[in-house]
């Protein structure tokens, strides 16, 4: 197993103290508890089978990358946060490896090049977690890479036009397309931690023009709230987008 290497502090990703400090207390999240829905949706959407590879960025506590393997999938989940690898790590059902990884990282040429069927980033599973625009395109590059032709790609992004109307406890800055929200976060112990939640919000274009500069054709993007996946059609009413897609031949 690969492990990039300590990081000072002024290094760490923002989110790393935070999951340090939730812990498997991240579980407890509402956000959380639709795992099963989410990984049957996936299943029909990508078309997935026993023993096909998938590659879960920003994989967390690794609860899709569990329940894919429970499924026959030889599932791998890269995070950034080393709390949420190791407890991803427990209880790992077989088939379901993971590793602490930068997912801008995955750009690097022969990190994953061509290597899975399938791809996914939830619930701002790494993507949604970037605060430039340049993060953003590499983590997409290297989603898209990790794929083999044709391979298929599920995304959910938060969406910036719900974010505007509904998501007023949070501040939204318009030039980064950003939100900002300063809330608590707990531990298994209850104890609380005020901390700041940055969030990247995007419309149905920024979407499909980030993807297919990375070569990955769009077929479907739909409405959805964790838990809910479906196939209504995008509107300002729920909270993320859910792009499918597939990468082109190369
Ligand atoms: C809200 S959590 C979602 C976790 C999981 N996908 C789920 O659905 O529960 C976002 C995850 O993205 C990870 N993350 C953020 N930036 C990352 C990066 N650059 N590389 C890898 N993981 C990253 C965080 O550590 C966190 O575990």
Redesign the pocket.
Known sequence: MSRVSAASESER?W??P??DHMGSA??RYA??KG?VQ?VDWLIVALGLRPGDRLL?????????VHELARRGMIAH?????AT?IDLAERDAPHGATFE???????AVPGVAAGAYDAV???????????LSDE?DDA?VAGMAGALRPHGMLAL?AFNAYYAVRYHTEATFDVARGLTRERTEVHDPQGRSLEVDLWTGCYTPRELRSLLARHGVDVVSMASVE?GSFGADPPSAESPEFLVVGRRAQC
Do not use: K, N
């Open positions: 990703h989110f790393e935070i999951a991240y579980l956000h959380t795992t989410e879960d960025v920003g994989c967390g506590p690794g609860r899709h989940g890269v995070d950034i946060s949420f602490r990884l930068d997912a801008r990282r995955l996914i980033a939830l619930c701002q599973g790494a993507f949604g977690m970037m993060d983590v959910s964790p």
